[in-house]
């Protein structure tokens, strides 16, 4: 009984003392008036800051993949070029392969070198990305006149597509539509 009368003391007086100092306070400052804030609010808000730095930063990863060498582990080589991403259902490259798919535009690489090749097909592929495109067509030729050397634009197309974020999969077209001389690619959004 006489701890609960020492901490009502107690507390009275810490009670007193905030009370002396808030009536302190208030003679100090005097008297206070309601800020009005005067902002209109019916105008929308700033656009989002675009981050400039990050775009060039993923531009520069795009290009150093684009130029490294090729891990061919998951491409078929030979006559007809393929790629399935890893996690994908292989009745997918099947369907692909079949031209299930309407192609909705196309890229032809014929008179190209590998330099100008490699940029139309980067600029081609972020163009159908952006216009929602499913499925493209890339015609790359056969290589008939590369030389020793083989097909040169065929293995480019195969080693950039299979690096780029936006393949799905790729195939050769069937005969009717390039055969070995094109491929399709199945793009995600």
């Known amino acids: 009984m006489e701890s609960g009368l020492i901490d009502s003391i ?3 007086a810490l009670m007193t ?3 002396d100092e808030r009536e302190l306070f208030r003679a100090e400052i005097g008297s206070v008036r309601r800020v ?5 609010r019916s105008r929308p808000d700033a656009p989002r800051p675009v981050p400039a730095q990050r775009r060039r ?3 520069a990863v795009i290009d150093e993949l684009a130029t490294a060498p090729v891990d061919f582990s998951q491409v078929e080589t030979g006559e007809e070029i393929s790629y ?3 996690g994908l259902q292989r009745r997918l490259l099947t369907r692909l392969r079949r031209g299930h798919w309407r192609v909705q535009d196309e890229l032809d690489l014929h008179q190209m070198n590998v330099a100008a090749a490699s940029q139309s097909m980067r600029l081609f592929l972020d163009h159908a990305r952006r216009s929602g495109l499913s499925c493209v067509k890339i015609i790359h030729g056969k290589g ?3 030389g020793p050397d083989g097909p040169q634009l065929k293995r480019l197309a195969a080693g950039l597509l299979a690096r780029h974020s936006a393949v799905c ?4 077209a069937p005969p009717k539509d390039g055969g070995t001389g094109a491929v399709y690619i199945l793009l995600d959004h």
């Not at 009005?36 to 209109?40: A, V």
């Not at 999969?169 to 050769?172: D, R």
């Open 17 to 19: 003392i905030a009370d």
């Open 84 to 86: 399935l991403r890893p």
């Open 36 to 40: 009005r804030s005067e902002r209109d």
């Open 169 to 172: 999969a790729f195939a050769s």
């Open 10 to 12: 107690a507390g009275a």
């Open 144 to 146: 008939l006149r590369s």
């Open 57 to 59: 930063d993923e531009l």
